[in-house]
C-alpha cells in the first residue's frame, strides 16, 4: 500500500492491490501511469477503471438521521437517504416536503442539527459549498449561476482558471473547455458569451462545469423545466453517459415520467420525513404520488358550506402569453380559459412553473398579454395596467408581500389605505383622515388585526397580521373579483385559519375570489371548484367534492405535449 | 418557512432615549452646534448674523425642498445648479426688456423692462420645462436619473452660457430687488419666501394624496403599481418640481445679487442634496420629511456661517463639512435601523 487509504483508493485498494505512486511512466510527456493489478495503465484511465468499478458493497452517499429544524416549522425529521456509485437516484416530494433543504445541507450550504453523511465510505463534515465541491459534489440549480456576459469557457473555469497566478492561461482554459463540449455534444466555441446560448446550451454550461470539477456526484434541480423534448432527449443521454462513467446523479423532477425512463432509484420525501424509497422499476407513478400525497385533509382546516354562486363575475377566454428571447425563462401562457361566479371560490393549483401567478397577473394587468379577452360581469373590457384592473372591480394580492405589496417603512394606516385614497377625499386633493382612521379601526376589528396602533410601522407586525393589512387594503375597494396569490405563504398555522375564514366571509359577502396557492390541503379546503394548471396551460377543472389529492397531484403534473 | 418568532407586535419606541434622539437627531445637532459656535464666537447669536445666515440658507433651502420631492422617490437631480443659472438669466433678461436689450445699463434701460411679474414667471417656466424634459427622459426613456440630470446639469450650463453671450445680466429695478434684499419688518424676504414654501411643501407631503403617492412610488414602486397607482405620472411630477424651485430660486437669487450670470449655482447640488440627506430623507426614497430637510439646510448654513466667523480657512471648512455630512447621516442610519426591526 503506498500512503494512506484515500477515498479515492480505499475501495481500490481492497479489490485490487496498489495504485503505485506517480512519476513512473514518461513524464516529459506528462504521461503519469499507474498499476492496476499487474497492467500498467496512463494515469486517467486508472482513474476511469476506478469509478467503473462498481463498488457494490458501499453506497457512494449515505445520508443518515438528518434532521433540521427552522423558525416554526421541523424541515426535516430523521431522514435517511443514500445514493448507490453510478446511479441515477430521483429525489421527489411536493413543495414544502423538504428536498431543497437535504440538498442544501448536502451541498454544504446548511448545516443539518442531527444526522451523519459518509460520501465514499468516509464521514464527512461540510463546513462550506466549497468542502463539497472539494469532495466531488456538484450541484446544478433551477436558476442558472452563470455569469451571461462572460464566456463560456470563464463560466465552466470561474474560481479555477488555469495558468501561473494571478494570469489566466486562456489557451490552456479554451482547450479543456472545448474538450468537456465535445464530449458533451455541445458544438459552442468555448470563448462564446454565455448570454448568446439558448437555455438548453446553458444548461450543458452548467454540466460542464461540474465535470471540469471532477465531480463524482451531481444534483440536478429540475434541469428540464426549460427545455424542449428534443432537448431533453439529449440531456438523458448525457446523463445516461455519465452514469456509465461511474458518476452518480441525484435527480429532482416534478415529471413522473421522466423518473420511469431515467431513474434507477427513487427516495419520496413528505412533510419533511422518508416516505418511501426503492427501485424505480419496482413501482408505478400512481404509488410514487399516493406516498408523496398521502395525508388526510388537515382537520385543522376550516371548511365551509357551499353556497348556491351567483352570476359569472369573471371570465376569462383564450388568455395567451407567447415567450421572448430576453427571458426564455419566462412562463408561456397558452390558451387559459377559466370563469368564476359571484360568491364562489376558484382554486388555481399547479407547480412552480406552472403559469398560475401569470395568469393572475395578466388578469390584473401587471403583466402585459398577447391574446385573449376578459370579461367582467359578462362585458369585455381593457385591461392594460392595474389601474384599469381596480377600474373594473378586480383586485389582487400578490404573491410577494414584503417585495410586491408592503410599504415596509410606512404605517399600518398608510398601508391599509393606500388603494383607497380615492374615497377618503377632502377639499379634493387632501386625505381626510379622520375617516382614514375610522377606516382602519373598521377593519382592524374585522379582520382582527393584531397591532400596537394604526402608526406602527408595517414592518413590525408579524406575518399573518401584515397579509391581513394588504387584505383590508383590498376589501377596502369592494371588489368583484379578488385574486389571491399564495394567501397563506409564511403565515403559522393559527392565522392561517383566520385568514382562510376571512376568505370564506369575503365569498360569503357576493366577491368572486381566485385562490393561488401551492399547498393542496388548502386548496381543497378552500375552494368550491379547482383548475390546474401545468406549463402555462390548463389541464383540467374539477369540483371540490370530487377532487382528492392524488387527482390533483396527477392533473398538475400530467405530461403535456411540448414544442419538439 | 413560517413566521411564528413574530406573533406578538413590537412597540415602535422599545429604547426611549435612542429613538427619541433618532427622531430628532439633526435638530440636536443643529442645537448643539449652535450653542458650541455661540460660546466659541460671541459675534454668532447676534440677530443681524442669524438674519444673515437666514437669508443666504434661503435659496439652497428652496432648491432644498424641491429636492426632497425628488429624492423621496429614489431619484437624484444633479442639474439643479445649471439650470438654477439658465432660469436666472431668463428672469433677467425679462426684467430688462426682452432678449436684445438684456445688457443695457444705465437708468433709463432699468425702467424700460418688463416687470418683475413676469420675470418670476419666466424663470419659473423655464424651470418647469428643464423639470418636464428631465422627468420625460426618465419615466419614457428608462434612463436612470443619475445619468439624465448628469446630462441635464452640462446642457443647461451650456444652454446658459450661450445665452448669457459672454457676460452677467444686471441692474434690475427696486421692484425686483426687493425680493432679494429688501425685509418685511426685521425678516429678509427671502427667507418669509422659503418659510412659505417649505410649509406648503410639507402640508402637501403630509396631507394630500399626492404626498402619499410619492412616498410609496419611492419607498416600493412595484407594490405602488399593483396599488393602481400611476407610478409614471408620480415620478415625472417630482423632477417638475424640482423645476418650479429651481426657476424661483433663480428669481430671488438674482434678486439679491441684483445680476444673473452663466455660472451662477455652480456646485450648488451637492449643497442641496446634502442638506436633504443629513435632514434625514433617504437616498433609497420612502422616507424623509419637509421639516428634515429645513433643518439640514440651517445645519450646514450655521456651519459655514459660524466656521467663517471662527475664521477657518476656507479649505478646512471644505473638510469639516464633508466629514459632518458622514457623520449626521451614519449617525441617522444607525438610529433608523434600531427603531425598525427589518
Known amino acids: 500500500m503506498v500512503g494512506p487509504p484515500t477515498p479515492l483508493t480505499r475501495p481500490f485498494a481492497e479489490r485490487w492491490g496498489t495504485l503505485s505512486p506517480p512519476n513512473s511512466g514518461v513524464p516529459e510527456l506528462g504521461i503519469e501511469c499507474c498499476e492496476v493489478g499487474n497492467i500498467r495503465l496512463r494515469r486517467e484511465e486508472g482513474w476511469r477503471l476506478l469509478r467503473r468499478t462498481p463498488l457494490v458493497t458501499e453506497p457512494l452517499l449515505r445520508m443518515t438521521g438528518i434532521s433540521k429544524r427552522f423558525p416554526g416549522v421541523q424541515a426535516l425529521d430523521n431522514v435517511d437517504f443514500e445514493v448507490a456509485p453510478g446511479e441515477i437516484h430521483a429525489l421527489l416530494g411536493e413543495n414544502g416536503a423538504g428536498k431543497s433543504t437535504l440538498l442544501k445541507i448536502l451541498s454544504g450550504a446548511q448545516k443539518p442539527d442531527a444526522g451523519a453523511i459518509s460520501f465514499a465510505g468516509e464521514e464527512i463534515a461540510l463546513a462550506s459549498p466549497h468542502d463539497a465541491q472539494k469532495l466531488g459534489i456538484v450541484t446544478i440549480y433551477q436558476e442558472f449561476t452563470l455569469a451571461p456576459n462572460m464566456t463560456i469557457a470563464e463560466n465552466v473555469f470561474i474560481g479555477r482558471e488555469p495558468g501561473p497566478r494571478p494570469f489566466i492561461n486562456w489557451r490552456r482554459m479554451a482547450a479543456d473547455t472545448r474538450a468537456i463540449t465535445e464530449r458533451l455534444g455541445l458544438e459552442v466555441r468555448p470563448m462564446a458569451l454565455v448570454r448568446d446560448l439558448s437555455v438548453a446550451e446553458q444548461q450543458m454550461v452548467e454540466i460542464a462545469r461540474a465535470l471540469s470539477m471532477r465531480s463524482r456526484l451531481i444534483v440536478m434541480d429540475e434541469p428540464t423545466s426549460a427545455l424542449s423534448s428534443s432537448e431533453v432527449r439529449k440531456l438523458f443521454r448525457i446523463v445516461r453517459d455519465l452514469k456509465r462513467e461511474g458518476l452518480s446523479i441525484i435527480f429532482v423532477t416534478h415529471r413522473l415520467e421522466e423518473v420511469r425512463e431515467l431513474c434507477d432509484r427513487y427516495t419520496v420525501l413528505r412533510d419533511g420525513r422518508l416516505v418511501g424509497s426503492g427501485k424505480v422499476a419496482d413501482t408505478t407513478i400512481d404509488r410514487i404520488i399516493r406516498s408523496m400525497v398521502g395525508r388526510e385533509v388537515s382537520a385543522l382546516f376550516a371548511h365551509r358550506e357551499a353556497a348556491e354562486p351567483g352570476p359569472v363575475a369573471l371570465e376569462v377566454s383564450g388568455l395567451t402569453r407567447r415567450g421572448n428571447a430576453q427571458d426564455p425563462h419566462a412562463v408561456v401562457l397558452e390558451d387559459v380559459s377559466l370563469s368564476v361566479r359571484c360568491g364562489e371560490i376558484l382554486g388555481i393549483a399547479g407547480l412552480v412553473g406552472a403559469g398560475r401567478t401569470e395568469t393572475a397577473r395578466a388578469i390584473f394587468g401587471a403583466d402585459p398579454f398577447d391574446a385573449g379577452t376578459i370579461r367582467v360581469d359578462g362585458a369585455p373590457v381593457a385591461i392594460g395596467s392595474p389601474e384599469d384592473a381596480i377600474r373594473h372591480g378586480i383586485g389582487l394580492v400578490p404573491e410577494d408581500r414584503k417585495q410586491q405589496a408592503l410599504f415596509l417603512a410606512l404605517a399600518v394606516r398608510v398601508n391599509l389605505t393606500m388603494a383607497a385614497l380615492g374615497q377618503l377625499r377632502k377639499w379634493r386633493f387632501f386625505v381626510d383622515e379622520g375617516a382614514e382612521r375610522t377606516m382602519v379601526e373598521q377593519y382592524r376589528r374585522a379582520l382582527n388585526i393584531r397591532m400596537a396602533g394604526p402608526e406602527q410601522l408595517v414592518v413590525n407586525l408579524s406575518g399573518g397580521n401584515q397579509q391581513k393589512v394588504v387584505l383590508a387594503r383590498w376589501l377596502a375597494l369592494r371588489p368583484k373579483v379578488l385574486i389571491v396569490d399564495e394567501p397563506t405563504r409564511g403565515i403559522d398555522v393559527g392565522a392561517k385559519v383566520e385568514v382562510h375564514n376571512l376568505l370564506f366571509e369575503m365569498a360569503g359577502s357576493g366577491i368572486a375570489i381566485i385562490a393561488i396557492s401551492s399547498e393542496l390541503p388548502e386548496i381543497l379546503a378552500i375552494s368550491d371548484r379547482i383548475v390546474t394548471m401545468r406549463e402555462g396551460r390548463v389541464t383540467g377543472e374539477v369540483r371540490r367534492d370530487a377532487a382528492t389529492e392524488e387527482m390533483l397531484l396527477a392533473m398538475m403534473t400530467l405530461n403535456v405535449a411540448r414544442a419538439a | ?342
Open chain 2, 1 to 342: 418557512m413560517t413566521d411564528v418568532k413574530r406573533a406578538e407586535p413590537r412597540a415602535d419606541f422599545s429604547s426611549g432615549l435612542l429613538s427619541f434622539l433618532a427622531r430628532f437627531a439633526p435638530l440636536l445637532f443643529l442645537v448643539v452646534l449652535m450653542a458650541v459656535f455661540a460660546v466659541m464666537e460671541p459675534r454668532f447669536l447676534t440677530p443681524l448674523n442669524l438674519f444673515n445666515v437666514m437669508r443666504q440658507v434661503s435659496i439652497v433651502g428652496l432648491l432644498a425642498v424641491g429636492m426632497t420631492f425628488v429624492i423621496l422617490t429614489a431619484g437624484i437631480d444633479l442639474s439643479v445648479g445649471s439650470l438654477l443659472a439658465l432660469c436666472g438669466l431668463a428672469a433677467a433678461a425679462v426684467a430688462k426688456g426682452g432678449f436684445q436689450e438684456r445688457f443695457s445699463v444705465g437708468a433709463g434701460a432699468e425702467a424700460a423692462g418688463y416687470g418683475w411679474e413676469l420675470a418670476v414667471l419666466v424663470a419659473i417656466a423655464v424651470g418647469l420645462a428643464g423639470g418636464f424634459l428631465q422627468g420625460l427622459a426618465i419615466t419614457r426613456l428608462k434612463v436612470p436619473p443619475f445619468v439624465v440630470t448628469l446630462g441635464g446639469m452640462s446642457a443647461f450650463r451650456g444652454a446658459a452660457l450661450l445665452f448669457a453671450g459672454g457676460g452677467p445680466i444686471s441692474g434690475f429695478t427696486p421692484d425686483y430687488t426687493w425680493w432679494g434684499q429688501g425685509r418685511i419688518g426685521p425678516v429678509p424676504v427671502p427667507v418669509i419666501i422659503f418659510v412659505a414654501f417649505a410649509v406648503l411643501a410639507h402640508i402637501v407631503l403630509r396631507y394630500t394624496r399626492y404626498g402619499r403617492q410619492v412616498y410609496a412610488v419611492g419607498g416600493n414602486p412595484e407594490a405602488a403599481r399593483l396599488s393602481g397607482l400611476n407610478v409614471r405620472r408620480v415620478t415625472l411630477s417630482v423632477y417638475v418640481i424640482m423645476g418650479f424651485f429651481a426657476g424661483l430660486g433663480a428669481f430671488v437669487l438674482s434678486a439679491r445679487l441684483n445680476s444673473a450670470e452663466a455660472v451662477a449655482g455652480t456646485g450648488v447640488e451637492l449643497t442641496v442634496i446634502a442638506s436633504v440627506v443629513i435632514g434625514g430623507t433617504s437616498l433609497f426614497g420612502g422616507a424623509g420629511s419637509i421639516f428634515g430637510t429645513v433643518i439640514g439646510t440651517l445645519l450646514i448654513g450655521v456651519l459655514l456661517n459660524g466656521l467663517v466667523l471662527m475664521n477657518i480657512s476656507s479649505y478646512i471648512q471644505q473638510i469639516i463639512i464633508g466629514v459632518i455630512i458622514v457623520l449626521a447621516v451614519a449617525f441617522d442610519t444607525f438610529a433608523k435601523s434600531r427603531r425598525r426591526t427589518g
